[in-house]
């Protein structure tokens, strides 16, 4: 999603950093065979691009910025483990955990719900608008049979268009499917995003999403 968004860059099977934490994220073998996977030596550039990012980009509502930057400088100065997961449908995944995080549910429910919920990004280059991102969000009931102190799910359509004047392409479109669990001093985080999202593939982040809070020390 736009707090947590997946980073570029290509993916390789089994770089990593050999963090502590990095085992309690999920690892290339919990994915379908075949899963292209990259293990971030340094997570903490999630919150260094985040916090870049928000510095040129403005919010419709405006009050939708400063939760954004809260959470992207929070990132930054917690202890992260980060990894990205392509499978062999192109869905793309961003398992994220981070240690003694100050990252609170009511934050993550003020940067995507209420009168954040519908929302239009505006990022700029040298000061002129160079991409709008229109944003629809909801929640949605997280996965039986799990356990954690607190749980939300949250889904979103985001419409892309291109601002610079002589691109004439038309909008793409980018759906995104996040859930977050607070476990202790622990705050997990589980991306699934892509072209689309059909019906049949909340069982795959369902289960991914188990996954990755069984990991967590409880």
């Known amino acids: 999603m736009l707090g947590v968004a997946v980073l570029s860059g290509s993916l390789l099977v089994g770089c990593g950093s050999g963090d502590d934490t990095d085992g309690l994220i999920l690892s290339p073998k919990d994915f379908p065979e075949a899963t292209e996977y990259l293990l971030f030596s340094d997570a903490r550039g999630l919150g260094r691009s985040l916090v870049e990012a928000l510095e040129t980009t403005t919010f419709q509502p405006p009050e939708c910025k400063a939760p954004r930057q809260e959470e ?25 955990l981070v240690e003694s995080s100050a990252i609170t549910p009511s934050l993550i429910e003020e940067m995507y719900l209420g009168t954040c919920s519908s929302a239009v990004a505006i990022r700029t280059i040298n000061g002129q608008p160079a991409e709008s991102s229109a944003y629809e969000l909801t929640q949605t009931t997280g996965p039986d049979g799990i356990s954690a102190d607190h749980v939300l799910v949250i889904e979103q359509t985001a419409t892309i268009t291109s601002m610079f004047p002589q691109d004439t392409s038309p909008p793409q ?3 995104s499917r996040t859930g977050y669990a607070w476990i202790g001093p622990y705050f997990v985080i589980l991306e699934q995003s892509g072209a689309e999202l059909p019906p049949e593939l909340r069982a795959e982040f369902d289960h991914l999403f188990r996954i990755a809070i069984a990991k967590v020390p409880q």
């Not at 980060?82 to 995944?93: F, G, R, V």
């Open 72 to 96: 992207a400088q929070l990132l930054l100065e917690s202890d992260v483990a980060m990894a990205e997961a392509k499978t062999p449908t192109s869905t793309l995944y961003a398992t994220i």
């Open 173 to 175: 479109m980018l759906y």
